[in-house]
Nanobody, 116 residues
Framework: QVQLVESGGGLVQAGGSLRLSCTASGSIFSINAMGWYRQAPGKQRELVAHITSGGRTNYADSVKGRFTISIDNAKNTVSLQMNSLKPEDTAVYYC??????????WGQGTQVTVSS
């Protein structure tokens, strides 16, 4: 069993910052990659940022230059620093972990609300 625990969501005014963190625990021997996705009401879940265990990153165009993803391989933790937040960033943010053999596991999600 693999568990993902997310933290750091909340309510912030436009232009503000939030930091999300997610730690994976359980039967984990290695991690291929971790990431953050988001889903706004009435919309499909979309990639926000993704990072491999080697540090290779990928960002959605809408967050480039504002969000920074980082990974701590020793702690199986991924973080997302979100700056210059916009109302359109409002969504439930989900953490993901890509594991050898077991595929992708998901966290329960954390709400991020950006007020205008």
């Amino acid at each position: 069993q693999v568990q993902l625990v997310e933290s750091g969501g909340g309510l912030v005014q436009a232009g503000g910052s939030l930091r999300l963190s997610c730690t994976a625990s359980g039967s984990i021997f290695s991690i291929n990659a971790m990431g953050w996705y988001r889903q706004a009401p009435g919309k499909q879940r979309e990639l926000v940022a993704h990072i491999t265990s080697g540090g290779r990153t990928n960002y959605a165009d809408s967050v480039k230059g504002r969000f920074t993803i980082s990974i701590d391989n020793a702690k199986n933790t991924v973080s997302l620093q979100m700056n210059s937040l916009k109302p359109e960033d409002t969504a439930v943010y989900y953490c993901s972990v890509d594991l050898p053999f077991y595929g992708t596991k998901w966290g329960q999600g954390t709400q991020v609300t950006v007020s205008s």
